[in-house]
């Protein structure tokens, strides 16, 4: 996997969210439990630095086109409703 993230066009990035979202949700994984990857408030905390909620969005795409991040749930329809993710086995 991490030889496909890092020829990926915006693979970089996706490896080092990608690290990020193991530590901070790997035991929800582990449990069972889907996580929120919310774009503007991973930025708002400046998680990775000072990204912008593009990068992380172009990022957690690249995730879930190379079948490492699947969307459970859409968020969008309030303002703290976030979508939901799972690692992919």
């Known amino acids: ?3 496909q993230l890092s020829m990926a066009q915006n693979g970089p990035d996706a490896l080092l969210l990608f690290a990020q979202l193991q530590l901070a949700h790997g035991a929800r994984q582990t449990r069972g439990e889907f996580f929120a990857v919310s774009p503007a408030a991973m930025s708002a905390a400046r998680i990775i630095g000072r990204w912008g909620p593009g990068r992380y969005r172009n990022a957690r795409q690249t995730l879930i086109d190379l079948g490492v991040l699947s969307q459970i749930r859409k968020g969008g329809r309030s303002p703290h409703d ?3 993710f799972r690692f992919v086995r």
């Open 82 to 84: 976030p979508s939901l």
């Open 1 to 3: 996997m991490v030889r």
